[in-house]
């Protein structure tokens, strides 16, 4: 999706994102949004119990 986009416009990454080092990823990736299911377990350094 980044390379379709080329930079037009921004890309969320939504869904399966459960940990700070998916979250981490993504953002290097080029995404400049993300959606999550529980943030406060990702900032805390975990790994989100929620299932998608």
């Known amino acids: 999706m980044l390379d379709a986009v080329?930079?037009?416009l921004g890309v969320k990454a939504s869904?399966?994102?459960?940990s700070w080092d998916d979250a981490v990823m993504y953002l290097?990736?080029?995404c400049r949004r993300l959606g999550v299911g529980d943030a406060a377990t990702i900032l805390d350094g975990g790994a989100s119990r929620e299932g998608y």
């Open 6 to 8: 080329g930079g037009r």
């Open 15 to 18: 869904g399966g994102i459960r």
């Open 28 to 30: 290097d990736m080029g």
